[in-house]
């Protein structure tokens, strides 16, 4: 007697995409630990452009604290990239190109909820499917925008090729 299972594509994607989501945010953490900043002692009186609560790791000129938060948002929009390849082979790539979007490819807004970023920073854009095409026939863009204008880095767009693009 064979047994057939019913299975929901869609539930078993979006467990595929927490798992990955989750693996993706461990290894962010564990690679932040493991990075040693280094120590910078303040010297001089606070400015008017820096409070007496800001700490010299806060107003490193590299800006390496808004980058290390900007890894959060590109997570996130490699795990929009899994999700549209994944939802373009479901459907068998019969689809919408055109008004695809994020909000689309997710049941809720919790699916993309981080500590700096969410759903909302997140645009896909771009997006098309020639199967003709030898490389990379599903093409997008996903942009990934600052939470709040007190950010320094405007936006980051992740294309289809992986290629990372900054926006000052």
């Known amino acids: 007697m064979k047994h057939k299972h019913s299975t929901n594509s869609k539930n078993s994607v979006k467990k595929v995409y927490t798992i990955f989501f989750a693996c993706t945010i461990i290894g962010i953490s564990l690679y932040g630990c493991k990075k040693d900043e280094p120590q910078q002692e303040e010297t001089s009186?606070?400015?008017?452009?820096?409070?007496?609560?800001?700490?010299?790791?806060?107003?490193?000129?590299?800006?390496?604290?808004?980058?290390?938060?900007?890894?959060?948002?590109?997570?996130?929009?490699?795990?929009?990239?899994?999700?549209?390849?994944?939802?373009?082979?479901?459907?068998?790539?019969?689809?919408?190109?055109?008004?695809?979007?994020?909000?689309?490819?997710?049941?809720?807004?919790?699916?993309?909820?981080?500590?700096?970023?969410?759903i909302n920073n997140l645009h896909l854009s771009d997006v098309s499917f020639d199967s003709s095409r030898t490389e990379h026939p599903l093409r997008y863009t996903i942009t990934?925008?600052?939470?709040?204008?007190?950010w320094k880095i405007k936006s980051f767009k992740l294309l289809h090729t992986g290629q990372w693009i900054q926006t000052p």
């Open 45 to 118: 009186q606070p400015t008017s452009e820096q409070t007496p609560t800001e700490s010299a790791k806060d107003t490193l000129p590299d800006n390496s604290i808004e980058l290390a938060k900007w890894e959060e948002g590109k997570s996130l929009a490699g795990f929009v990239a899994v999700a549209l390849r994944a939802y373009a082979a479901e459907n068998d790539m019969n689809i919408d190109y055109e008004n695809i979007t994020v909000q689309k490819l997710f049941d809720t807004p919790d699916d993309l909820q981080g500590f700096y970023f969410d």
């Open 144 to 150: 990934v925008t600052r939470p709040d204008e007190s």
